[in-house]
Structure formats: C-alpha cells, structure tokens
C-alpha cells in the first residue's frame, strides 16, 4: 500500500512569489492535515480538511489556504512568500475518524530567496 | 493551550545502551498520543499510538507509556542499534486530529 506522497520535493522561490504544494493520501484515508517545520519554532499544524472541507485551522495567517478534493487528494497554497516561509511543509493523512493515526509523507521542502 | 516538553534536547549513547526519552504535557485532556522518528531530510515515521484510556503500548524493542496524572510520556528503547539514531518526536491529539509536537530528541547510538 502506498504511502503519502508529497510532490514537489524541494522548491526555490523569492519573496513575494506563491507556491502551490501537493498532497495525495494513503489510499482510503480521507482526512488530509498540513504542518510546517522549522528549526525555531518546531512543528505546527496549519489546517485539515476531511471530505473536501477544512475542520481545523492553526494560527497561520491567511496567506497559507489549501483545499481538498473529491479523491482526497489535497493542495496547499502559500501567496506572497516571505524569507520566514522557508521550512519543511509535512502533509499528514488518516482515516478521518475521531483521534486517528496520522501518517505522514517526505515533505516538500522550500526556500524563499 | 497545550505545551509539551521532551528532555534532554539531545543524547549520544554506546550502541547496546537501553535508554528512555521523556515527554511531558501541561493539558491533560489528551485523546491520543503518537511518538514518531525522523530521519534527517525525512518525514515522519509512526512509532506507537497510544489511546488515553491505555498506559502502554509494545512494538519490538520499543515500549511506550502514558501518565496522563502526572503529565508524562516516556518512550523506552532497549538495546540501542546504530540504525536507531533519529530525532523522536512525541505528539498529542487533544483537538480532534491536530497534533501539538514537542521540540524533539536528537538520539545518536555510537557503534
């Protein structure tokens, strides 16, 4: 069974820029949440979405938006980047239910010139 | 709002060492909580999930367990490997399935 699977692996933008980064989950999972990982602050969540609609929301600005698609698949976008917006974007997919284990891919990792 | 703490930041041991990592929450109204392993350049790796009703959970050479009453986790590893270093990550679901991560333990097992 495959994995999640993050594409692209690794992205160089500049500043005020925007960048659409891609999530396909676990087969038959059907929720999909979103971390950034840097080293000063760590992991944090940014939002999930389960049947094509956001259910949680991190304290994210509202340059980070994603959205979720009929086969589960989701996209995150981040607009007008900013040098603090380089990190490692982790996706994170289960089967939606309350509490369930979270699965996650390789990440996209992206660098903001 | 949930903080959650690992200790120590970093550890070296010699291979074959058993060892402990510590996790501590300041919420305990917990639903789960997860211990993963990073490998640099990598995501996340589910270790074991233990649900808040449970104390303990075993897979291997790794056992995790939970004290919601004093607010700990710890994740025992018996008979360090080399292929055992990583960064360990515990994370807590208390928030339908939004995980709040500590900062991390980088383990290093020397040959």
């Known amino acids: 069974k495959a994995g999640v699977t993050q594409t692209p692996r690794y992205l160089i933008k500049t500043r005020g820029q925007q960048v659409t980064l891609s999530c396909s989950p676990i087969?038959?999972?059907?929720?999909v949440s979103w971390y950034q990982q840097t080293p000063g602050q760590g992991l944090q969540f940014l939002f999930e979405?389960?049947?094509?609609?956001?259910?949680n929301k991190g304290n994210f600005p509202g340059r980070f938006s994603g959205r979720q698609f009929s086969n589960s698949r989701s996209e995150m976008n981040v607009s007008t980047l900013e040098l603090g917006d380089s990190a490692l974007y982790l996706c994170?997919?289960?089967?939606?239910?309350?509490?369930?284990?979270?699965?996650f891919g390789d990440g996209t990792r992206l660098s903001i010139l | 709002k949930q903080e959650v703490t690992q200790i120590p930041a970093a550890l070296s041991v010699p291979e074959g060492e058993n060892l402990v990592l510590n996790c501590s929450f300041t919420?305990?109204?917990?639903?789960?909580l997860q211990w993963f392993r990073q490998d640099p350049g990598k995501g996340l790796t589910s270790l074991l999930l233990i649900q808040s009703s449970q104390r303990e959970q075993t897979s291997g050479r790794l056992n995790a367990s939970l004290d919601k009453s004093s607010g700990r986790s710890t994740l025992y590893i018996a008979a360090s490997q080399p292929g055992d270093s990583a960064t360990y990550l515990c994370?807590?679901?208390?928030?339908?399935?939004?995980?709040?991560f500590g900062g991390g333990t980088r383990l290093m097992v020397k040959p």
């Open positions: 979405y389960f049947s094509e609609t956001q259910r």
């Open positions: 994370a807590f679901n208390n928030a339908g399935n939004m995980l709040t």
């Open positions: 919420d305990s109204a917990i639903y789960n």
């Open positions: 087969s038959g999972h059907r929720s």
């Open positions: 994170a997919s289960s089967l939606g239910g309350f509490a369930q284990p979270q699965h």
